[in-house]
């Protein structure tokens, strides 16, 4: 992890959980400062990165021509994309080995994650989990502005990079803007609130830039009207941090 500035505190709770928050400012501004905290979960999955770039490739244009474009969510990447189609296509449909690999991967990563930062969620009788999961494909010169998944129902959503080249995303603080760099590299993933703000640098690359990304709904009442019957039930368990 880099960081432009360091106006915060950061801590690892463990091998994946990383916390940021405010430095607290003199006792006479207390009052008058906003409380901030962000849970970072960074996690690593190698397993058949070349198939899996491939089967992306490949599902490009067959998503591009049979759904029609309506936005690109802010992302800058435009309409002959994947992304922007993301409400309308779900990757968590896919049956092919390579997508069920990856699915259940994700699912214990969310588990993990979810156990480690509140795991009084599993006891809850509302609980009823439901993925948007896509895919972005970028050129070289492409990068993803500034942007945000969700400020109205947020919940959590996921970034995964299967193929880049020194590229890095980054994550605005609330309040302070101050920015968090990751650096992109293969088969990583990250699991961040949905309400952040974040982009990616511009994609310097020959080959083109490979990432996945989904939001999580804590349950159906959540989800926009717009991509409501586009979500998938996931299959989240408790499991034991230690």
Not at 75 to 97: A, C, I, M, Q, W
Request: net charge negative; charged share 25%; with cysteine.
């Amino acid at each position: 992890m880099d960081n432009v500035d360091r106006n915060f505190k950061f801590e690892r709770l463990n091998e994946n959980l990383l916390k940021f928050y405010r430095i607290d400012p003199p006792k006479h501004l207390l009052k008058y400062t906003p409380e901030w905290s962000l849970e970072f979960w960074i996690y690593k999955f190698l397993h058949n990165l070349d198939p899996l770039a491939k089967f992306l490739q490949k599902r490009e244009p067959e998503i591009i021509d049979q759904y029609t474009a309506t936005h690109d969510s802010s992302t800058g990447l435009g309409k002959n994309t994947v992304t922007s189609r993301f409400h309308k296509y779900n990757l968590f449909r896919e049956t092919d080995p390579v997508i069920e690999a990856l699915k259940a991967d994700i699912e214990k990563q969310i588990s993990t994650y979810l156990s480690s930062t509140n795991p009084s969620i599993f006891n809850s009788t509302n609980f009823d989990p439901h993925i948007n999961c896509w895919f972005n494909i970028m050129h070289p010169n492409d990068k993803i502005n500034e942007h945000a998944h969700n400020v109205t129902n947020p919940f959590i959503s996921g970034h995964y990079t299967v193929s880049c080249e020194d590229s890095y995303t980054y994550y605005v603080i609330p309040v302070t803007r101050d920015r968090l760099e990751f650096k992109n590299t293969n088969g990583e993933g990250t699991i961040f609130p949905s309400y952040v703000q974040h982009g990616t640098s511009s994609h310097t690359g020959a080959d083109v830039r490979i990432s996945i990304a989904w939001d999580l709904y804590y349950n159906k009442e959540d989800i926009f009207p717009a991509i409501y019957d586009n979500v998938e039930k996931v299959n989240l368990n408790y499991v034991d941090p230690k």
